[in-house]
């Protein structure tokens, strides 16, 4: 049982990111309006938006966690609620999007994927060919998931694990 356990270590371990599809998910302009942000979301049936320069050079991702910002309110009274719509109406993409999450390129081991996903709380991860290379979609948690699993399966760990006859307290 050991030996399935290595097999299954050593084939997560060499895994990169080039082994999973690029998710492609749309891409807007920084200086995008908020309200249109929301419109293309729910056009393209997107959670996770490409933010990119005039020039198309990658500026960040936009989540619903950075949309639901916008309605989080800390008082209910009527000069915040009128300053929020003030507030919504002038936002663009540039001062929602997350610059924070680091790019992923195909050459990197799934270690690092995952380090930065627990790293920055995130799901997806922007994803380039290589460093020079523009954002060309996004890497997803799901992913990496459904290939464990899969390599679980087909690593046959599961079948070689000994069943434990396990007593409820009641039973006994």
Known sequence: ?????????????EMKAED???LQVPTIIETTPCFSIL????????????VVDEEDKYYGLISPK?????????????????SKVKAFSCTTARDLANQNLPIIVNDDKISRVT???IKYESTVLPRAKTKDDPVEGLISINDIILAVRNIWKETSVDSK????NLKREEDE
């Open 1 to 13: 049982m050991e030996n399935l356990f290595d097999v299954f270590i050593s084939k997560i371990k």
């Open 20 to 22: 999973f599809s690029i």
């Open 161 to 164: 694990l000994p069943v434990l």
């Open 66 to 82: 950075d949309l639901i910002v916008l309605f989080a309110t800390s008082h209910t009274d009527i000069t915040n609620a009128l």
């Open 39 to 50: 419109d293309e979301s729910f056009e393209q049936n997107s959670k996770t938006l490409i």
């Open 115 to 117: 380090e930065c996903m």
